[in-house]
């Protein structure tokens, strides 16, 4: 079993910054998919960034340039540094992990992964 417990979240205004940080504890290792993942009201959930077991990376559209993941192998940690925010980017934003690997071209979608976080909340104001 594997808990996730993401921190970080908050309101800013736009093009300000926050860093997300997801702590896993249980029975984890550095060779899980992990990523995150936001949900606004009223619309599905959908992939922001996420890492493979080898370590690479991989951003939505809207994201790349502004948003930086990073996964501290060490400290069982996964960040989400968020910078140039948008009122577009207010979502729940929620850590997940899975053990098996997701398929091909698949890293960004949420039925791959099996373990989630409860969620924090991220709020961009104009």
């Known amino acids: 079993q594997v808990h996730l417990g993401e921190s970080g979240g908050g309101s800013v205004q736009s093009g300000g910054s926050l860093r997300l940080s997801c702590a896993a504890s249980?029975?984890?290792?550095?060779?899980?998919?992990m990523g995150w993942f936001r949900q606004a009201p009223g619309k599905e959930r959908e992939g922001v960034a996420a890492?493979?077991?080898?370590?690479?990376?991989t951003y939505a559209e809207a994201v790349k340039g502004r948003f930086t993941l990073r996964k501290d192998n060490a400290q069982n940690t996964l960040y989400l540094q968020m910078n140039s925010l948008k009122p577009e980017d207010t979502a729940m934003y929620y850590c997940?992990?899975?053990?098996?690997?997701?398929?091909?071209?698949?890293?960004?979608?949420?039925?791959?992964?099996?373990?989630w976080g409860q969620g924090t909340q991220v709020t961009v104001s104009s």
């Open positions: 997940a992990a899975d053990p098996l690997g997701v398929g091909n071209g698949q890293a960004l979608s949420p039925a791959e992964y099996k373990y």
């Open positions: 249980g029975s984890t290792n550095s060779r899980y998919w």
């Open positions: 890492v493979s077991r080898f370590g690479m990376i």
